[in-house]
Every structure is written in structure tokens, then in C-alpha cells.
């Protein structure tokens, strides 16, 4: 088994669990060694920052969607030079509005899609994950959003090679929303996904997987 890449903590959305990432812990394998940060129990993006560092070996890539797309970036502001890479999917630059149920947020996740036959293979897993993270979770999850602080002081922090991806259907950060987070990180690069909403690791697992392989061997 080729390791020529550092650890990689991967980091889910809200109301999602490890089964959003759960094709590139299997497809990275073999130059990586991935692993899962835990944003189920804190309820500010600074806890959840911090248990993930507490946790995360000395030196590594960071890849989030969405919610651990902010968390991956105040990883980045509390502890820079442990962070050597950074992927950043469906994260905006600036505060937004977010769906305020667990069911809203899957519904949002999943539509609108150019291939009208994808939304029910996904928001069947979209589902479960919700379900199995729970309400009370979802619920710290939403309030760490909601009172997330100015991200600028984060994102000028950024001095790795950075990723910025986002799905060409994604209703909760438009592509918009995306570029204007890449163009304020210098060097970064841009990613459209097509016939993609918001959850693009399990959407569109093989084009995520080869972005990030070709982001961790770049």
C-alpha cells in the first residue's frame, strides 16, 4: 500500500455522518490514510475546531462539506502549521440563512438535479444519516452556524494549497457563493462539479474522489 500523502481528516456536513465520505475512505486508501472528525458534540465551530486538532495527528490535510468546510478553516485560523492542504466543498465565504429541520436540510441537499434519477439514490442515504445523527445533534450543529463568527480572519489565514469544489445544483451554496470564497484565497483552485447538488462526496463520489486525489499528489 503506496502512503505518499499525509493523514486525511475528513469532515461532514450538518446532519450528516462518515457515510457521506464513505467512498473516499476506501477509493484514497491507497496513498492516505483517512480518517473522520467528530462535529457531533460541540455547538460553535471553535469547540469543533479544537476537538478535531485534539484528535488529528501532529501534521495533515483537511477536507470538509459544507458545515466542515467552516470547521476546516478555523482548524486552519487555531493551528496553521498543522494543516498542510485544505479542500473545502459547498463552503461560502460569507454568513447565509440555513434550513432550520433536519428534512429541510435533506430536501435542499438533494434538489434540484439535472438527472431527475439521482435525487431518490441520494436522499434515501441523505435520510438515514439524518436519522441516525439525530435532532438534538443536527440542532448544536445549527446553532454553531448560526453564530459562527466573521470567517475572514480564517480564510486570510490560508496559506496551503487550497481546494475550493462546488456542485453546479448546489442550493445551499451557489457556485457563486464558491467562487467568491476561491477568489479570496490566492492560488486556490476552482471546482464546478456538473449535475451536482450540495453533498458532492456522495452525489458524485468519483469525481470527488479524483479531485481529491489529484489535489493530495499535486
Do not use: K
Not at 496553521?80 to 436540510?105: H, I, K, N, W
Not at 454553531?144 to 496559506?159: E, G, N
Not at 462539479?193 to 469525481?207: F, K, M, S, T, W
Amino acid at each position: 500500500m503506496i502512503r505518499n500523502a499525509p493523514p486525511l481528516v475528513l469532515l461532514p456536513a450538518m446532519g450528516c455522518d462518515g457515510q457521506l465520505w464513505a467512498r473516499q475512505v476506501v477509493d484514497l486508501s491507497d496513498i492516505t490514510h483517512p480518517m473522520l472528525g467528530d462535529l457531533t458534540v460541540d455547538d460553535t465551530l471553535e469547540a469543533m475546531a479544537a476537538r478535531v486538532l485534539a484528535h488529528a495527528p501532529p501534521r495533515f490535510t483537511v477536507a470538509g462539506v459544507s458545515l466542515g468546510g467552516y470547521v476546516a478553516l478555523e482548524i486552519i485560523r487555531q493551528a496553521p502549521d498543522r494543516v498542510q492542504r485544505v479542500a473545502l466543498f459547498g463552503t461560502r465565504a460569507s454568513m447565509q440563512t440555513r434550513p432550520r429541520t433536519v428534512a429541510e436540510q435533506g430536501l435542499l441537499a438533494t434538489a434540484p438535479h439535472a438527472d431527475p434519477t439521482l435525487t431518490p439514490i441520494i436522499s434515501g442515504p441523505v435520510q438515514a444519516m439524518a436519522e441516525r445523527v439525530g435532532a438534538a445533534v443536527f440542532e448544536r450543529q445549527q446553532r454553531a452556524i448560526l453564530a459562527r463568527p466573521d470567517i475572514s480572519s480564517a480564510i486570510a489565514a490560508v496559506r496551503v494549497p487550497t481546494l475550493v469544489a462546488v456542485g453546479e445544483r448546489d442550493r445551499i451554496c451557489l457556485p457563486a457563493d464558491a467562487r467568491e470564497l476561491s477568489d479570496h484565497i490566492p492560488g486556490s483552485q476552482f471546482h464546478e462539479i456538473r449535475n451536482c447538488g450540495h453533498l458532492a462526496p456522495l452525489e458524485r463520489p468519483g469525481q470527488v474522489t479524483q479531485l481529491l486525489r489529484d489535489w493530495l499528489q499535486g
